[in-house]
């Protein structure tokens, strides 16, 4: 089976189990369909620069995001490498091996740093020093970064069980399970804990909220309803994380919408047609979305009202967004961060970091905006 004219930012479609695999999509084979937007000299952008780079491992088919907390910043490759670095300069304070490839992280909150290995493996390390604490076995592959609370780590895997284990010992405390569709994106639809729930991205963009201390459901809202005559046309999974803000809970799925919910109860506050992969970013005034033809729009965070697009940077496979101070940043298949007007759009600047595409969720670290790209970079950029 083949796609043509679409481009997708994470690395494969795949049939859920028993259906088959589809084969790895390069959205630029057919130059002449969907080229990517060449890119432009931008007059007086405005200065930015790198702080720091370190060099971690490549990520291969995966995507590894940063986690910072407490001041310590968690990396980690496909590899098996697991790094703490001071997130104010990028010095190593320590680096081990996790014993496996991964292919999931990196989930902490300061204490524990937790990760996914091959073939299902949970691996917890003390975010102190590295020494592991426990590794369990989940019922299959992880693809997302665990999600790590006070008292436990919660992790999906791809048979869409979510598992919530004993952050001391790694025992399993609870579990649920949903079913999913034939057809889902191979991505990394994420879990957020934001006390007394965590909240989990389905397939068929679904947002399910679950108690954080036994795993009863809260609420499970659409985000959007699958749509089409096709299988494929009906894939509508929830891309990357959803972002707790407030009240509000908010989310994006390919090929459907993007939208605010309540965080406690799941009411929709609005919602509004796009198709993006990657996730989106909250500010206090603004939601952010790359989609999947490259445009970054902002909407209200009120009403959901557009407040700008821009469409200049169409085809070149967009991050997660991240909204810092005056700019809204993204990374591209080629490791530049574009800065953007957090106002109105307008192109203001870009950095690049290396020639590898950046797919991970990018973070806030002081005054530093962190990003990584495939082939390891991780870099701080501060704007000025």
Known sequence: MRITGKVIGVSLLAMTAGCGTLGSLNPFKEKDKNPPAKLVDIKSPIPARIV???????????????????????????????????????????????GTDLTAGVGSNG???????????????????????????????????????????????MDNKITAYDIKTGERKWFIQRT???????????????????????????????????????????????RGTTELERVSDIGGNPVVLGSDICAVTYQGKVGCFDVQTGVPRWTKPTSSD??????????????????????????????????SLANRVLSTPLSYGRVVAVGDY??????????????LGRVQLDSSAIKSVPVVAGSNMIFQ????????????
């Open 180 to 226: 999913t569709p034939p057809l889902t994106l191979r991505n990394a639809p994420g879990v957020v804990v934001a006390a007394p729930n965590v909240y989990v991205a389905q397939p068929a963009g679904r947002l399910l909220a679950l108690a954080l201390s036994n795993g009863v459901p809260r609420f499970e809202v659409p985000v959007a309803e699958p």
């Open 334 to 347: 080629q490791g530049y961060v574009h800065l953007l007007s957090r106002e109105d759009g307008a192109m």
């Open 52 to 98: 720091w780079k370190h060099s971690a491992g490549k990520a291969g088919l995966y995507v590894f995001s940063p986690a910072l907390a407490e001041n310590g910043l968690y990396v980690a490759d496909n590899g098996g490498n697991v790094e703490r670095l001071d997130a104010a300069t990028g010095k190593s304070q320590w680096r081990i091996k996790a």
């Open 373 to 384: 790209t495939q082939d390891g970079t991780v870099a701080a950029i501060a704007v000025e």
């Open 278 to 311: 990657v996730g989106v970013a909250v500010d206090q005034r603004f939601v952010f979305v790359a989609d999947d033809k490259g445009a970054v729009a902002a909407y209200g965070r009120d009403a959901g009202a557009s407040a700008w697009k821009n469409d």
């Open 111 to 157: 204490k524990v740093v937790a990760v996914g290995g091959t073939k299902g493996q949970v691996i917890a390390l003390d975010a102190a020093n590295g020494s592991q604490l426990w590794k369990v076995q989940a019922s299959s592959e992880v693809l997302s970064a665990p999600a790590v609370s006070d008292e436990l780590v919660i992790v999906r895997s």
